[in-house]
């Protein structure tokens, strides 16, 4: 697994993950016990107490099954799944039946169904929300918001038995701020950043960059992906702090391909990082 420390306004956010088209990609949150997508088991994974899954092409579905099993094995309490509407009873039916196989005790898992527009608290503080992104089959990008509140300006220098007194009698004395922490979008097409023009100023956008070569963009637009192409045309609106790439097509070797996409969005420069890999 690749591990990545990103320097954000909230502190060093650890990911860790692999990922390459049809084979498995997952995302990892250590410190948030977050997994966006389960592409494949893995040891990293049972600690997450939640599983986002962005759809239900295998390669991003797989190692869930392993997780609630896994969980359930080393008397870790059950987790809670969160999968695309109207996929969940699917989920829960399909958790039931390999429990089944394995024995016949039911792994627990909390099954939760996602819409276009739904919220999830996952701590004081930090939140996710759901967006619909643009691939070939119903697909949930999520974002982690990170939300504070700040004294209101016009308040600074003021002492606190005054800010007291003015909270007690009523006054709002701070505002919220919300801050795009992260933003995940699965599998999906470029369309998505434009329906979603904050998706730019996410401080780190992780997205998929399936295919590299002129000859495939046909190929990305009919199976709702995108094209090396794509991310280069909008080099110059994405703000992110940084880009975090996956999702490459086995039809690209690994090392050259990442050459490729390094030298095509060298505009990034260290802002850019790749969890592609080779899963033996
Ligand atoms: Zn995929
Ligand atoms: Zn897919």
């Known amino acids: 697994m690749h591990r990545l420390t990103l320097a954000t306004s909230w502190g060093p956010l650890l990911l ?18 977050l997994a966006l997508d389960a592409g494949r088991p893995a040891r990293a994974l049972v600690p997450a107490t939640t599983v986002c899954v962005t759809h239900t092409h295998l390669d991003h579905v797989l190692g869930v099954p392993a997780w ?4 359930k094995l080393q008397g870790i309490p059950p987790g809670r799944l969160v999968v695309p509407a109207p996929h969940g009873p699917a989920f829960a039916d399909l958790l039931e039946r390999v429990a089944a196989l394995e024995g016949g005790v039911g792994y627990g898992v909390e099954v939760v ?3 276009d527009g739904f919220s999830l608290p996952l701590r004081p503080g930090l939140d996710l929300t759901f967006f619909a992104t643009t691939h070939w089959v119903p697909t ?25 007194g003015r909270r007690a009698a009523g006054e709002p004395i701070t505002y919220e701020v919300r801050v795009p922490l992260l ?13 979603h023009p904050w998706l730019a100023q996410a ?11 002129p000859g495939e963009r046909q190929r990305a637009a009919r ?17 992110n702090r940084h880009l975090v790439l996956t999702h490459l097509s086995r039809r690209h070797r690994l090392a050259t391909g990442s050459r490729t996409i390094r030298r095509r969005l060298a505009h990034f420069g260290g802002r850019l990082h790749l969890l592609n890999r080779e899963w033996e």
């Open 140 to 164: 949930l990008g999520c974002c982690l918001w990170w939300r504070r509140r700040h004294l209101r300006p016009e308040l600074a220098g003021l002492p606190g038995e005054e800010l007291a």
């Open 16 to 33: 860790a993950g692999g990922s390459r088209a049809g084979e498995g990609t997952l995302l990892l949150l250590p410190q948030l016990r």
């Open 203 to 213: 401080e780190v956008l992780v997205t998929e960059c399936t295919f590299l070569r």
């Open 68 to 71: 609630a099993s896994q969980r």
């Open 223 to 239: 199976f709702g992906h995108t094209h090396l192409d794509d991310l280069v045309a909008r080099a110059g609106t994405l703000a």
């Open 183 to 195: 933003a995940y979008l699965g599998d999906t097409d470029p369309r998505v950043l434009d329906l």
């Open 113 to 115: 169904e996602a819409n």
